[in-house]
């Protein structure tokens, strides 16, 4: 969790002693427009299997990503080091941590810093035809492309 | 799941304060502890290693926490937490071996919690003794808590358990000293001076002394490093830590300190590392300096890895740290 | 979770590793204010256990304690602190007896009196829990024969599971007189049917739900596969005192309940030919099981059966030994019993190409098995992607260019694994299904999946939901499901042999193909065009010829005029695939997954620190229905391998385990994780669902013997025994350097007098291997997405 933004270990925490601290866990992740960029790349790409580690890695990431907006996955792995997962392997983490990154500073570069992704999503221009993915070896059917147009997915995303 | 034993939790807003209120809860008969960032003290309470009625909160005490950094001195504050002291700029480079031996205990999230006065009074530790209190009462205890024999060395009379921090190598090698105040008044204690031959009475600050500030002389072309041994890049304890310290004038070494961690139950100065004083540090007189540390290295069978090679890549560490310092 | 009124346990775990209680008095702590209840051994006095052959455990011992850890009563209040002071009170007076810390003082005689348990294998002397000799052909003929005969001996420590995720059982016995369970396990129905037994209840009266919330991972990963005592406990407190009771292990109770990963030893021996070409495989494994049965008698055969899946091995001895020791009982973890054969496989290969001078990758590919095959000890070998597995490692290590060939201290080596799609054979014997899934419509077209499939991280619920899912040609995220609960979903047996894909994915297929049927019928029927004409995707009903469609929604409420409630049954059993001999019912799967590793590292010859430096893995998985969670298991597969290789030990000393907590206990971080490079490799199987196979085990067989050929490739020195540590690297260097063997490991294995074989017909037994045949007949797998294709669920016999 954090505390007045710095990413401790809860366990290690007096109640006692954080009066007046703000404090930060991984339910207040979720913001009113959605999921948190973290949360939803660690969705799709498979960063949590268990998510019995994942909150603790969420908001440390998040801590990470407030000091160092574009981290190298060393200074990832050096930053989150204290944090143990037995599923993973890390290696899903740390690209979905790059990919959150990605993400944010791509949207604050665009100055949209409060469209959740499932907004930005559905604004995004639909896909070209020839990207759409044939159905069993052929083109879709006219029905079937649009159907694919209305979602405007070709792959699966989640916000789980 | 292991549960804090119930205790009082009386947080202090001054140092003054603080060794008030732990005089007034002994002078109640009741066992104080002081607490910063409790990041050692809280997982031993959980396992009945220490079971204090009273906490003395110090995380919250403003003048211990500030970090000065004049020409002569870097004072900084026992209540700074590693990452605070890590980040130093200055530091890192006229103090890189703090520094370095900052950045290397436990995990990065205990760097945030952890104070720079709580890891200079790390517990000694001992896999007989960091243990829980029901494996250790299935053992039969040690003589460190609740027993009467040592179970690394049952021959001794003595308490064989480590010393385990990474800042005070460094800090001796650098040559500081602490500031502890007590219900009497303070005092300034070279870091070198502060810890005793015995595992259970680690130290020679008063239970009721607070170790208020670290002074860190500014030498003049000082070049130091701390080189952690230990299992994996994050969470453990040191099996060895080797801090280093050397001023060359010209091509000779005008000055150099060396200080073992976790082959004792002190920080050892390994004071052979003098002899390269005056003298152009070859290979051969580097690696003289080396062997007499592995000499002085006694570890035993109680923590990570065997004993023979916590010894045996002693010379290997230091020679390395020392060749990092003059090449 | 809480419920109202709950009340908290505590166990009280043995102080002593092996003794007789000669007396508990619990009459203190039960006076203690905010104490409900205690109880002991006697208060539950039914043995159970996750085999039948070995049920050998009692939730709280009555009369003797076998390891330090070894529950013996437990205390319910109101909260932790009470119970806490409450254990403190509880009197026991022991009378120790000697124990046995290691397989060799298992296997000292010892009185009968002494024995840690009196069953298992009687006629040994010591405490021999199961014996096995198992032959197929004459090895001693084909080794003597060989011209050139290789020994070794190796050892791989044992590890646990360390799933983040404490054990914990919360049980409320309700006014009804039904008892619900919520425990963090991978087996509800194995939990259910020991309930049942051990609280002598109707198992009507007993509903387990697996808390989906995980700790874990894949299959035997999470340590959560047997019945444990706390969650007979927390019922029984909770019968007791007619309050909800919860009980969450401590870390160092959850290094007791263990069940990991068994010790062994073992020793090897192969005659070759001038080619490498395998004539005879003689093993031995050792198998220190620690104080209880689980799952240690499978565990025993595991460590000889899938020798022969992945090399041709025409003739072949397997000796197994599983002994009680005073220790946190051993059981299955990733891998079960087979990654420490393949250790000592996979290392051995290299040394006989080492000594013919072959390419160890080239020398493998060599020797594989045949795809759609029978091994000697009558294995059924369907689709094997292992020659495309070897390439594909080969060339994305530039394994090639790189061996010998890199500076002194840096090496790269390779190995091979295989694994079950799932055990052939159920737990206890039966004819049943092993799995079913049920599904359900509604009128909006809402679909809903049931099934006691547990999710513990691996995705089995995304499995199961996008099986479904294809089938019906709509959204993977559009299925409900309901799992985990003996009461409300039909039987799956777990999350354990990676069988969930292969198995329920085969059921949850077949239930969805017979609503699919009878929705296009329904469509068709109003589009007037053929129903076989139609495809189901994206949410509609297509006729592609005409352009005829329909939404999936409108089609569901003319499917349900015609022909009523929407609902369905899938099931699936694997064929009978198990040969004619006793223990021929472990090893066998409806089909094995495949994987190559290699890896690189990095050797500091001053200190012995190996550093890997990257690891290639490919894995033939069938198909991957999820890649993103295939790779994620295979991922995870190298990590947990790395973790066994340099880190992690489950060792003892003076009696007790040496360091129960996650700080001493050696966990991979972040730091630890060198780059994977993951391929994954299609080899369709004819029987799983859409050609799909396991991929969250396999994958960490062939890591260990990689690093330690590696290792070699790097500095000359054989690493024969995991952990690989730097003490044990240093010493090797200096073994080498002083111009001894330069090997580290075993020098001997217990000079034991083996039962009489039972000698087993090789399949092709009256014929040269050479003129073996595969009758096995090769199914086309259906690619995801296409109308036809039936599942492979009826039950035919194996040839």
Redesign the interface.
């Known amino acids: 969790m954090l505390i007045d933004d710095?990413?401790?270990?809860s366990c290690?925490?007096?109640a006692?002693?954080v009066q007046g601290a703000a404090i930060e866990t991984v339910e207040g992740l979720r913001g009113a427009a959605g999921h948190h960029e973290l949360q939803i790349a660690f969705a799709?790409?498979?960063a949590a299997?268990?998510?019995?580690?994942t909150p603790g890695i969420l908001m440390?990431s998040k801590a990470l990503l407030a000091e160092n907006p574009r981290p190298t996955q060393s200074e990832?792995?050096?930053?989150?080091?204290?944090?143990?997962?037995?599923?993973?392997?890390?290696?899903?983490?740390?690209e979905a941590v790059e990919l959150a990154a990605d993400r944010i500073e791509t949207r604050r570069s665009a100055g949209e810093e409060n469209a959740t992704h499932r907004q930005r999503r559905r604004a995004a221009a639909p896909p070209d035809e020839a990207e759409l993915i044939p159905?069993?070896g052929?083109r879709?059917?006219?029905?079937?492309i649009r159907?694919?147009l209305q979602t405007g997915e070709t792959e699966?995303v989640?916000d789980g | 799941m292991l549960r804090l034993p119930p205790f009082v939790?009386r947080?202090a807003r001054t140092v003054v304060e603080a060794v008030d209120l732990f005089g007034s809860a002994s002078a109640s008969g009741d066992e104080a502890m002081f607490?910063a960032?409790?990041?050692d003290l809280?997982?031993n309470m959980k396992r009945r290693q220490f079971e204090p009625a009273v906490l003395v909160?110090i995380?919250?005490i403003d003048e211990m926490r500030t970090i000065t950094n004049s020409n002569r001195t870097a004072i900084l504050g026992s209540g700074a937490t590693l990452y605070q002291i890590a980040r130093q700029p200055r530091l890192a480079t006229e103090h890189t071996a703090l520094v370095e031996a900052c950045r290397q205990v436990?995990?990065?999230?205990?760097q945030?919690?952890a104070t720079l006065g709580g890891n200079l009074c790390v517990d000694t530790r001992c896999n007989y003794y960091n243990q829980t209190f029901e494996w250790r009462k299935s053992i039969g205890f040690c003589i460190k808590k609740d027993g009467d024999i040592c179970l690394v060395a049952p021959g001794s009379s003595k308490c064989w358990a480590i010393s385990s921090s990474d800042t005070a190598p460094a800090l001796i090698a650098l040559g500081a000293s602490v500031r502890l105040v007590g219900p009497a008044g303070s005092r300034d204690v070279a870091v070198a001076d502060l810890y005793r031959d015995d595992g259970i009475n680690y130290m020679r600050r008063r239970p009721d002394e607070l170790l208020s500030q670290v002074r860190v002389p500014r030498i003049e072309g000082l070049r130091s490093t701390y080189v952690k041994i230990r299992r994996r890049?994050?969470?453990d304890f040191p099996i060895l830590g080797v801090a280093a310290a050397i001023r060359m004038q010209g091509n000779r070494v005008a000055g150099a300190s060396l200080v073992l961690g976790a082959v004792h139950t002190h920080p050892v100065v390994v004071t052979e590392a003098t002899d390269l004083v005056g003298h152009e540090p070859t290979a051969e007189r580097l690696q003289a300096v080396a062997e007499a540390a592995q000499r002085h290295a006694t570890p035993l069978d109680n923590a990570d890895l065997t004993l023979y090679w916590r010894k045996q890549i002693t010379a290997v560490t230091v020679r390395r740290a020392l060749e990092s310092l003059v090449g | 979770m809480q419920l109202p009124q709950m009340l908290y346990g505590r166990l009280l775990c043995s102080h002593r590793p092996h003794a007789r209680i000669k007396r508990i008095d619990t009459s203190r702590a039960e006076a203690l204010p905010g104490v409900k209840a205690v109880i002991t051994g006697i208060d539950l006095p039914h043995k159970y256990g996750i085999l039948p052959v070995s049920e050998d455990e009692f939730p709280l011992e009555i009369d003797k304690v076998r390891f330090v850890g070894d529950p013996i009563a437990v205390v319910a209040a109101t909260d932790e602190f009470i119970c806490e002071a409450a254990l403190q009170l509880i009197e026991v007076d022991y009378e120790e007896l000697p124990t046995a810390m290691s397989i060799d003082e298992a296997l000292r005689p010892v009185e009968e009196a002494d024995r840690i348990h009196d069953y298992g294998a009687l006629e040994a002397a010591g405490n021999v829990h199961k014996q096995v000799h198992l032959e197929f052909g004459d090895v001693d003929a084909a080794i003597e024969a060989a011209p050139h005969v290789l020994e070794g001996m190796y050892f791989y420590e044992g590890n646990t599971?360390?799933?983040?995720?404490q054990h914990a059982a919360l049980a409320h016995y309700g006014a009804d007189g039904k008892l619900t369970l919520w425990s963090s396990t991978q087996t509800p129905h194995y939990v259910h049917k020991a309930m049942a037994k051990v609280l002598e209840l109707p198992t009507s009266r007993i509903r387990v739900i697996a808390t989906p919330?995980?700790?874990?991972?894949l299959t035997p990963s999470?340590g959560k596969s047997d019945p444990f005592p706390h969650e007979f406990c927390a019922a029984k407190l909770s019968m007791m005192c007619r309050r909800p009771v919860k009980i969450t292990l401590t870390r160092e109770e959850i290094f007791y309940m263990h069940r990991g990963r068994h010790p062994v030893l073992m020793w090897v021996k192969t005659g070759v030919d001038d080619d490498g070409k395998i004539l005879g495989l003689d093993f031995q494994s050792f198998v220190d099981g620690g104080a209880y049965g689980s799952y240690g008698v499978a565990s025993t055969y595991y460590t000889g059966a899938l020798q022969t899946v992945t090399y041709k091995i025409p003739t072949y001895r397997f000796r197994g030994l599983r002994v009680f020791t005073n220790k946190a009982p051993c059981g299955p973890k990733r891998g079960h019993g087979t990654p420490q054969p393949r250790y000592a496989l996979e290392i051995h290969l290299d040394r006989i190409a080492e000594q013919l001078d072959l390419d160890p990758l080239q020398y493998r590919r060599s020797i594989l098995v045949d795809e759609y095959s029978m091994t000697v000890n009558h294995m059924r070998v369907t689709s094997c992607g292992l020659d495309e597995c070897l390439t594909a490692v080969g060339d994305a290590s530039d394994f090639a260019s790189k061996r010998r060939q890199l500076p002194y201290g840096q090496g790269i080596g390779m190995g091979c694994g295989s694994y079950l799609s799932g055990a052939g054979l159920p737990i206890y014997w039966n004819d049943m299904p092993h799995t079913s899934v049920d599904l359900k419509i509604d009128r909006g077209g809402g679909v809903c999946a049931k099934c006691m499939e547990i999710d513990?991280?691996?995705?089995s619920d995304s499995v199961l939901a996008m099986t479904v899912a294809e089938v019906l040609g709509i959204e993977?995220?559009e299925i409900q499901l309901v799992t985990a609960d003996t009461d409300t979903t039909p039987i799956d047996l777990g999350s354990y042999s990676s069988r969930v894909t292969f198995m329920m994915g085969n059921a949850a297929k077949q239930a969805a193909e017979k609503l699919r049927e009878r929705i296009l019928e329904a469509a068709g029927n109003k589009l007037e065009v053929s129903p076989e004409e139609l495809?189901a995707?994206?949410?509609?009903i297509?006729h592609?010829r005409t352009?005829k469609?329909m939404s999936f929604r409108e089609a569901v409420p003319l499917a349900e005029a015609r022909g009523g409630q929407l609902s369905s049954t899938g099931f699936y059993r694997p064929n009978r695939l198990a040969g004619p001999y006793k223990g021929s019912g472990v090893g066998p799967s409806p089909a094995y997954s495949y994987s190559c590793a290699a890896a690189q590292v990095d050797v500091d010859v001053e200190t012995g620190i190996v550093t890997p430096q990257r690891i290639w893995i490919a894995h033939d998985c069938g198909r991957a229905i999820n890649p993103?969670?295939v790779?994620?298991q295979v991922?995870?597969?190298?990590?947990?391998a790395l973790g066994e290789i340099f880190l992690e030990e489950q060792t003892y000393r003076k009696g007790l385990h040496k360091f129960p907590s996650?700080l001493e206990y050696k966990?991979p971080?972040?730091?630890e994780?060198p780059?994977?490079e993951t391929i994954l490799v299609e080899s369709l199987d004819g029987e799983g669902p859409f050609g799909a196979k396991e991929c969250g085990q396999g994958p960490l067989l062939p890591v260990p013997p990689a690093v330690a050929n590696a290792i070699y490739d790097a500095v000359g020195i054989r690493i024969d025994e995991l952990p690989i540590t730097p003490d044990k690297v240093l010493r090797g260097l200096e073994r080498k350097a002083a111009g001894k063997e330069s090997r580290v490991g075993p020098n001997r294995v217990p000079n034991v007098i083996w039962p009489d074989p039972i000698r087993v017909d090789p399949v092709w037994y009256d014929q040269p291997p050479e003129a073996y045949v595969p009758t096995i007949r090769r199914v086309d797998a259906e690619p995801p997405?296409?109308?036809k294709g039936s599942p492979n669920c009826e039950h035919r016999e194996s040839p």
Request: one cysteine or more; aromatic letters at 6%.
């Open positions: 710095e990413p401790v270990l290690l925490a007096l006692l002693d799709e790409l498979g299997q268990c998510g019995y580690c440390a990832t792995s050096a930053w989150l080091a204290g944090n143990l997962c037995r599923c993973t392997g890390y290696i899903k983490i740390l159905i069993e052929k879709g059917t006219p029905r079937e159907q694919n699966g989640s | 939790f947080p607490v960032g409790g990041t809280l997982p909160g995380r919250r436990a995990t990065p999230k205990i945030r919690m890049g994050s969470f | 599971h360390l799933a983040l995720e919330n995980g700790g874990g991972f999470r513990i991280g691996q995705g993977a995220d495809a995707a994206h949410g509609m297509v592609a352009g469609s993103v969670l790779e994620g991922e995870g597969s190298v990590y947990m996650m966990s971080t972040f730091l994780m780059p994977v997405g296409s109308a």
